[in-house]
């Protein structure tokens, strides 16, 4: 395939969000083929000359199946336990995706605290800029062995609130959010079957404010 030069690119720089969902195809473990999957994808565009970011959750996934917990056992303590072991699987299973495609991956755990005085905020985005400069897919997580819910200005709350942060931290063209939810619902689809799918929003006013 031949290198297009960036310029000419629809989208030279894209963040891509994998949803939990997503990337365990619905189950209770990191489902490698559907990781494949993606990464085939996003390898496709790198190769076209796009820069990507992604943003991945899993990492809660992993580390339960990594510990052999069950999915009965919640609360923050052992969210941070299941994160912190389930990174470095993630982490890994993505460094050997991106490897057969000669891609270099690099991970960037971040707290909303992190980004929100300036120093952080640029100290992140010259990192995330650089590692793009080097080709380098950047792979980002909320660092959720530090961020929990309750200390509510350390966390972003969730990864499509992340990735859009991040979209706008390096001036992103594209951010991509890829769950298993078709797109917006006027209701929740997975509790009101008569929810209906809004294919595009054309303005965003305070009807579409309520539903997101
Ligand atoms: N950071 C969490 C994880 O890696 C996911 C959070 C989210 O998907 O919103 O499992």
Do not use: C, W
Not at 48 to 66: M, P, T, W, Y
Not at 151 to 179: H, T
């Amino acid at each position: 395939m031949t290198k297009k030069s960036k310029s000419s690119l629809a989208y030279r720089r894209i963040v891509a969000k994998f949803g939990t969902s997503l990337i365990t195809g619905g189950t209770n473990q990191l489902d490698q083929s559907a990781m494949t999957g993606l990464v085939d994808q996003i390898a496709r565009l790198h190769q076209q000359g796009s820069e990507l970011l992604i943003v991945s959750s899993g990492a809660i996934a992993a580390g339960r199946q990594k510990l052999g917990l069950t999915r009965k056992i919640r609360g923050i303590p052992f969210r941070q336990v299941m994160a912190s072991a389930g990174q470095s699987r993630l982490m890994n299973i993505y460094e050997q995706l991106f490897d057969k495609h000669g891609i270099r991956v690099a991970q960037a755990l971040l707290t909303r605290h992190d980004l929100s005085d300036r120093a952080g905020y640029l100290n992140t985005r010259n990192t995330l800029l650089a590692l793009l400069e080097l080709g380098v897919v950047p792979i980002v997580n909320e660092n959720d062995v530090v961020a929990v819910d309750e200390i509510q200005e350390a966390s972003f709350g969730d990864n499509d609130n992340l990735s859009a942060m991040v979209a706008n931290l390096i001036d992103a063209d594209l951010l991509l959010l890829l769950g298993d939810i078709g797109g917006l619902y006027t209701a929740d689809p997975h509790r009101r079957t008569d929810a209906r799918l809004i294919p595009q929003v054309e303005r965003i006013d305070r009807e579409i404010e309520r539903l997101a």
